[in-house]
């Protein structure tokens, strides 16, 4: 058993409650910050205040706005299945509560005079439970528009079950290599096996892999496929009101701080001040800090995205999650194999690792750049003569524009005898 195992162990019980409690307003104080700022930093990027008027600064925008969902009317369709409508928002919340148990947010620290660790529990499979709990969400997304009564919900539920289990393929396997390298799936020894060197320089592969993932995971644009307003109207949650509402808004942001988290904790040693300010380490809740700093940077990350990049096309989401991701990440799991051969029979791996980590990287960024094969216009087989706009955004043809011409003529000719009492239009002339 190790140190940190040791003291989990033996912490009381009120100590437990305890980081329970802290550990649910953290979530909820994280989720009514971001909202804010995310507003403040997508308003500064577009040259407006943003919010400016509900406490100083704007600040208590997010909690007046938290205040009337509560006090809202609970609308409920008459088609929707009203018990699993009610369920649905509470199944996409407490995943994603469950996932910070296994999180170390810093060191060891002395609290009311008990010596314990900044986490809640530290098991053997934490690495599996963020996964398994990330898993479970979507079940929520999917009932909540199943259970809603209304094609569009559902149908943005499923859209959000083929994003989820498309880029949870690709996360997962974005972590083989950290496993591959600490050794173990607890999230403490991971941060622990980073005391020499982050991971995010030698497996920066699986670092971009996680990060691409990570957006793709949590619906955030320019992945938010689900909530296409422009297609969906709302997304999935489209029918729902008031505190359930609020309850599926809650599950989105504290998603996007638990996947932050985890690749603080799996790529930028966790809690670890980097060489400068090393000596910051000796201290749980100077770790913390160092946590939370690094926490936000990957939380900026998924504003500067939304208010930068726009939407994708779905067809274009789904290959680069098929067709990019995944075989890089297989690809990279084979070099970390290689590597790790190679270093057994005695040979020198940090050039090695560089040249095929700086070789992935570019593939990535090629084949995220190369575009689709299109399929010319000329070769498509309309259906029926009906007129249809042109596929893919392509320009007809003038040739086709002539053939179209000739056809409305000819539709005229063959109907204007009917309307002129059975005389020809050169008869008439």
């Not at 910050?33 to 997010?62: A, D």
């Not at 969902?69 to 699993?84: G, H, R, S």
């Not at 390298?181 to 941060?191: P, R």
């Not at 995010?200 to 957006?215: E, Q, R, T, Y």
Request: hydrophobic share 50%; net charge neutral.
């Amino acid at each position: 058993m190790t140190r940190t195992q040791q003291l989990l162990a033996d912490d009381p019980l009120w100590l437990v409650l305890l980081k329970v409690v802290a550990l649910f307003a953290i979530g909820v104080f994280l989720t009514l910050f971001m909202i804010v700022l995310e507003r403040k930093v997508v308003g500064r990027m577009q040259q407006r205040p943003g919010p400016n008027r509900t406490g100083p600064g704007g600040w208590l925008q997010s909690l007046a706005d938290g205040l009337k969902l509560a006090f809202k009317e609970d609308i409920m369709p008459a088609m929707a299945d009203k018990k699993v409508f009610f369920i649905a928002p509470v199944i996409s919340t407490i995943p994603a509560f469950v996932a910070f148990s296994v999180i170390p947010f810093g060191g060891e620290v002395s609290i009311f005079g008990e010596p314990t660790v900044l986490q809640l529990v530290d098991l053997p499979v934490g690495v599996l439970v963020v996964l398994a709990c990330s898993s479970i969400g979507v079940y929520g997304i999917v009932l909540g528009g199943w259970a809603s009564g209304s094609p569009y919900p559902l149908l943005a539920a499923l859209r959000s079950a083929a994003q989820v289990i498309s880029y949870e393929i690709a996360l997962g396997l974005s972590i083989v290599g950290v496993i591959l390298y600490s050794g173990s799936l607890s999230t403490a020894d991971i941060v622990s096996a980073q005391s020499s060197g982050w991971y995010v320089g030698l497996l920066l592969p699986s670092f971009v892999v996680f990060v691409i993932a990570m957006v793709g995971e949590t619906n955030r644009a320019p992945f938010d496929l689900p909530e296409a307003e422009s297609e969906l109207v709302g997304g999935f949650h489209t029918e729902y009101s008031s505190l359930k509402f609020a309850l599926f808004f809650l599950a989105e942001y504290v998603n996007m701080v638990t996947v932050s988290a985890m690749a603080t904790t799996l790529f930028l040693g966790g809690g670890q001040w980097p060489w400068p300010l090393s000596f910051l380490n000796a201290n749980g809740w100077l770790q913390f800090v160092a946590f939370l700093i690094k926490t936000f940077l990957f939380l900026f990350v998924f504003i500067w995205l939304r208010g930068t990049l726009p939407r994708m096309r779905y067809d274009q989401f789904m290959r680069l999650g098929w067709k990019v991701l995944v075989p890089a990440s297989l690809v990279w799991i084979l070099a970390i194999f290689a590597v790790r051969a190679f270093r057994s029979s005695g040979g020198s791996t940090a050039s090695l690792m560089i040249g095929i980590g700086i070789a992935l990287a570019a593939l990535l960024v090629v084949a995220f750049l190369v575009p689709d094969r299109k399929v010319p216009t000329e070769q498509v087989e309309l259906a029926s003569d009906y007129p249809v706009p042109p596929l893919d955004l392509a320009v007809p043809s003038p040739s086709r524009h002539k053939l179209r011409r000739r056809e409305v003529k000819a539709a005229d000719d063959t109907r204007e005898p009917a309307l002129t009492g059975g005389v020809s239009r050169k008869e008439n002339e």
